[in-house]
């Protein structure tokens, strides 16, 4: 293995997780101060969450909300409403990289029919949900969680339940951040150049592999497999998607004709930074946050 592209690869996954950190830091800047060392400890807490859960992008964002609130006295439920907003906007960005995956697998790879019919049916979905999700950029939306209890004859009913009608703030606390979050010209468009660009370091880490290698192989087919390994693995049941994703990249790396072997290091190498990040500097940061904010 070539040292140096290797180095290469550590250093492309440290700054995809440095650029996640920043665009967070950005998206969230109406409701916690600019300190990026503390952003960048929650965003390893977050990814420690998700890799110990199901699906291999999910469980972090409330974690993430509970110490950005607990350190700036914020209500939760506005702050998890705006780090959904973020999440969702850093997956508008994935999705890019997503179809175009999925449109050159239906296009130029021999597949069997059934494979084709499953990504067909992705691809289908996911403009549908791109789509929607314009739709509502470009309407604007002024959805009040209120008036629509008051439409509906709830309101009314809830007013002497001191539980639910708490509930019911914090649901209209999260539907009022998540929109002015998603909505915001600024958090938007500089959410998704910096996750433009935190994608394509994620995708060097494999390409710098394959180079240490001494195997050449076209960035674009690392950003096809590396994109659809991530796919399966949000969907994945096991724990970060292990097992499931590496498998599905191997197999993927062998269709486009990586011989087997370099596929497999590969594929377990990248997972193997990405686990460092997650799961030794995440359970450090965890372990930190949770000493210095209780």
């Known amino acids: 293995i070539s040292q140096k592209f290797f180095l ?4 492309s996954y440290t700054l995809s997780i440095l650029i996640f950190s920043l665009r967070g830091m950005i998206a969230l800047r109406d409701l916690a101060e600019h300190r990026f060392w503390f952003f960048l400890r929650i965003t390893l807490a977050g990814f420690f969450i998700n890799v110990i859960t199901p699906g291999s992008q999910i469980g972090g964002e409330p974690i993430r909300a509970y110490f950005l609130a607990k350190k700036y006295n914020k209500p939760k439920s506005k702050v998890f409403g705006a ?21 050159f697998i239906l296009t130029y790879i021999p597949v069997s029919r059934e494979l084709k019919t499953i990504f067909q049916a992705i691809l289908f979905f996911l403009l549908a949900f791109l789509g929607f999700i314009l739709f509502l950029n470009l309407k604007k939306t002024k959805f009040n969680f209120t008036s629509f209890l008051k439409k509906i004859g709830i309101l009314k009913k809830i007013k002497g339940n001191k539980k639910i009608r708490h509930l019911g703030e914090d649901v209209g606390n999260f539907a009022a951040y998540f929109k002015k979050t998603i909505f915001d010209k600024k958090t938007l ?10 994608w ?13 290698l001494g195997v050449s192989i076209s960035f674009f087919l690392v950003v096809v497999v590396v994109s659809l390994g991530n796919l399966v693995g949000d969907f994945s049941p096991t724990p970060g998607g292990i097992g499931l994703v590496e498998g599905f990249m191997i197999f993927l790396y062998t269709v486009v004709g990586i ?31 949770e000493k210095e904010l209780g």
Request: hydrophobic share 65%; with cysteine.
């Open 189 to 198: 468009w500089f959410g998704l150049l910096f996750s433009l660009i935190c």
């Open 83 to 103: 780090v959904l907003a973020d999440r969702i906007i850093h997956g508008a960005a994935s999705l890019f990289f997503i179809i175009a995956s999925l449109l």
């Open 8 to 11: 290469l690869a550590f250093a």
């Open 259 to 289: 011989n087997l072997s370099a596929a497999i290091v590969v594929s377990l190498l990248s997972r193997i930074i990405g686990y460092f990040f997650s799961l030794v500097l995440g359970g450090v940061s965890l372990i930190w946050l």
């Open 200 to 212: 394509i370091f994620n995708y060097l880490t494999s390409y710098f592999l394959f180079l240490s």
